[in-house]
């Protein structure tokens, strides 16, 4: 069974940390990754997408890393502010016949002021 | 990128009533997709909406509960029918515009979602 997991569940941490979000996934045939934050009560923002070719994405303080042999992925917030407090959320592009994406539980960050 | 309006934003309803929810996208693209998001858990995939045929459901939801429609490349209709407390959950539309990379190349966006809760 395909699945995608994200620990931790949940992460506090102090404002102008570095973190690191990972995710994990069953099936190393993958055809491409997603990021996204989600903030409470909202819809999903894509940030980040890799693409199965691909090791590393990256955008502004986002850096966003692919090891399919290993089925891992992370996520890493550089010099974290308040305003990056939110659910961050991996999907997986296994393939298949519909190219849908199978999503993790979610890591919920709070970066402390 | 594609901007996705969905309404209503929230909405309390009675057990047994419907409520459909409009997913709105700027631009024409060739997926939608419906997603549910019950309380402290991840997105679970509902239906791949098709444009002029019938939505593709995955395991676990029907038809007569979900009805799904898609009239053109730019919108679509989830109904949650018969309602009981359990459908209480986050419903969200998204689409995916599969550009020349092909699908495994585009991103998918998200509605702002719309919140139900059954009583």
């Known amino acids: 069974k395909q699945e995608v997991t994200q620990i931790p569940a949940a992460l506090s941490v102090p404002e102008g940390e570095n973190l690191v979000l990972n995710c994990s996934f069953t099936?190393?045939?993958?055809?491409?990754l997603q990021w996204f934050r989600q903030d409470p009560g909202k819809g999903l923002t894509s940030l980040l997408l890799?693409?199965?070719?691909?090791r590393e994405q990256t955008s502004g303080r986002l850096n966003a890393s692919l090891d399919k042999s290993s089925g891992r992925s992370t996520l890493y917030i550089a010099a974290s502010q308040p305003g990056d407090s939110a659910t961050y959320l991996c999907?997986?592009?296994?393939?298949?016949?519909?190219?849908?994406?199978?999503f993790g539980t979610g890591t919920r960050l709070k970066v402390l002021a | 990128s594609a901007v996705i309006s969905q309404k209503p934003s929230r909405d309390i309803c009675q057990r047994g009533t419907s409520l459909t929810i409009q997913c709105q996208v700027d631009?024409?693209?060739?997926?939608m997709f419906w997603y549910r998001q019950q309380p402290g858990q991840s997105l679970t995939l509902i239906a791949t909406?098709?444009?002029?045929?019938?939505?593709?459901?995955e395991s676990g939801f029907v038809i007569d509960k979900f009805p799904i429609s898609r009239p053109n490349l730019t919108f679509s209709t989830l109904t949650v029918s018969n309602m009981s407390p359990e459908d209480s959950s986050i419903y969200l539309c998204?689409?995916?515009?599969?550009?020349?990379?092909?699908?495994?190349?585009?991103?998918?966006?998200f509605g702002s979602g719309t919140q139900l809760s059954v009583l």
């Open positions: 631009s024409q693209v060739t997926m």
């Open positions: 890799i693409q199965s070719s691909q």
């Open positions: 998204s689409a995916r515009r599969t550009g020349t990379g092909g699908p495994t190349n585009e991103k998918l966006f």
């Open positions: 999907a997986v592009m296994f393939p298949s016949g519909t190219y849908k994406y199978i």
């Open positions: 099936d190393s045939a993958i055809y491409n």
């Open positions: 909406a098709n444009q002029g045929s019938e939505a593709t459901y």
